[in-house]
Nanobody, 120 residues
Framework: QLQLVESGGGLVQPGGSLRLSCAAS????????IGWFRQAPGKEREGVSY????????YYADSVKGRFLISRDNAKNTVYLQMNSLKPEDTAVYYC?????????????WGQGTQVTVSS
C-alpha cells in the first residue's frame, strides 16, 4: 500500500528557498502522477504543481510559475518541490498527492502535509 511522507517545510524569510520532499513507501513512485497542493488558513486547498507518470510533463499554477520546480528521483522514490523567491502568500500546509487508475477507476492518496511559513 502506498504511503506518502512530506518533509522539508519550515520558516523562511521572504525571498528565501525551501525544498520539499515527498517520499513514497509501499510502492514505486514512478507509477504515479504526483501533485503538490497547498492550503492556507481559511482557504481552499489549491493545486501548485504536478508531474505526470506517463511522460514526466509538468504543470505549475500561475502563482508559482518561474519560482517553483517539481522533479522526481525514481531511484530515491521521491518527488521534490524546489521553491525559490518565496513570498508571504506562499505560507500554507503543503501536501503531496498521488493519482493512479486501475481498470478505469481513479484513485488517489495524500501525505500528512508539511508547514511552510514565509515571514520576516
Amino acid at each position: 500500500q502506498l504511503q506518502l511522507v512530506e518533509s522539508g517545510g519550515g520558516l523562511v524569510q521572504p525571498g528565501g528557498s525551501l525544498r520539499l520532499s515527498c517520499a513514497a513507501s509501499g510502492s514505486t513512485l514512478d507509477d504515479y502522477s504526483i501533485g503538490w497542493f497547498r492550503q492556507a488558513p481559511g482557504k481552499e486547498r489549491e493545486g501548485v504543481s504536478y508531474i505526470s507518470s506517463a511522460d514526466a510533463s509538468t504543470y505549475y499554477a500561475d502563482s508559482v510559475k518561474g519560482r517553483f520546480l517539481i522533479s522526481r528521483d525514481n531511484a530515491k522514490n521521491t518527488v521534490y518541490l524546489q521553491m525559490n523567491s518565496l513570498k508571504p502568500e506562499d505560507t500554507a500546509v503543503y501536501y503531496c498527492n498521488a493519482k493512479w487508475v486501475v481498470a478505469g477507476t481513479p484513485y488517489d492518496d495524500w501525505g500528512q502535509g508539511t508547514q511552510v511559513t514565509v515571514s520576516s
